[in-house]
């Protein structure tokens, strides 16, 4: 995976793990055990929300729409999810409850990490998704032209349920996933255990390789930087078209005899 979006293949697989982790808490390295692992495809919200084509980067934010919708939002969810062995970082993460429905035999997993390492981490992802220019720079992108209304979605969620963004947040997700999971199916863990723990809830034997240490922040850099080349050639381009045809049609005016007519008056 290493940050690039999987594409499901076979629309019959379903879920079979509920990554609940926090986003900045390692959540594409869980992506990325879960893969080997399950030997599929994982929905990571990050790789999949700015790597995958427009119409299902859209369907993402009418999940959002759709949070006060039960029956529209389990349907969309369905349809999200279609093909994906497993889940991890948001908007995934929102909706274990729902997803438990739509998949009540999956393993939910939940990651802690330091507090006040994963909030300084977590700030910056903040800052710079909040950044007021992305709405327009990012409007000719297909699919990335879609992220600001998601991180808006996503901050408004949060805050619909557990009210201030504040450094107590990922223990105040990891409260919510273990009061809507059932005990049976609830698992926490710090990713320095490894790959034991999910080996153990998935009763499959330990890879004879390292646990995957992907790193969020550099990840979401690269994408960052490879997004805003996009965004810059785009915009190049209409720029270069726009004032192409404002050129032609000078001329044009020029040559017929408008412009001239006009400067007579």
């Not at 982790?21 to 495809?41: F, I, N, V």
């Amino acid at each position: 995976m290493g940050g690039n979006a999987s594409k499901p293949t076979d629309p019959t697989r379903t879920l079979k793990v509920i990554g609940a982790g926090y986003s900045r808490t390692g959540t594409l390295s869980m992506a990325s055990a879960l893969e080997k692992l399950l030997d599929g495809p994982v929905m990571h919200g990050g790789s999949q929300l700015l790597g995958r084509e427009d119409e299902y980067v859209k369907l993402w934010t009418q999940v959002m729409d759709a949070r006060h919708d039960r029956p529209r939002l389990l349907k969309l969810l369905r349809q999200a999810t279609a093909g994906f062995v497993a889940i991890t970082d948001a908007p995934g993460n929102l909706f274990v409850a729902e997803l438990l429905e739509l998949y009540p035999d999956a393993e939910v997993v939940c990651v802690t990490r330091d507090r006040q390492r994963w909030w300084k981490s977590w700030e910056s992802v903040t800052q710079q998704a909040g950044a007021g220019f992305l709405n327009w720079f990012l409007a000719p992108v297909p699919g990335k032209r879609w992220y600001p209304k998601l991180v808006t979605q996503f901050l408004e969620q949060q805050e619909e349920r557990h009210g201030p963004m504040t450094e107590k947040r990922m223990d105040e997700h990891n409260e919510y996933v273990r009061e809507v999971t059932p005990p049976a199916k609830f698992h926490m863990m710090d990713l320095s255990q490894g790959w034991e723990p999910l080996c153990k809830m998935l009763n499959v034997p330990i890879p004879d390789e390292p646990f995957p240490r992907v790193n969020d922040a550099e990840a979401v850099e690269g994408l960052n930087k490879e997004i805003l080349k996009e965004a810059g050639s785009r915009w190049a381009g209409i720029f270069a078209v726009t004032g192409a045809l404002g050129y032609g049609a000078f001329w044009h005016l020029g040559k017929s005899g408008v412009l001239a007519t006009l400067g007579r008056r």
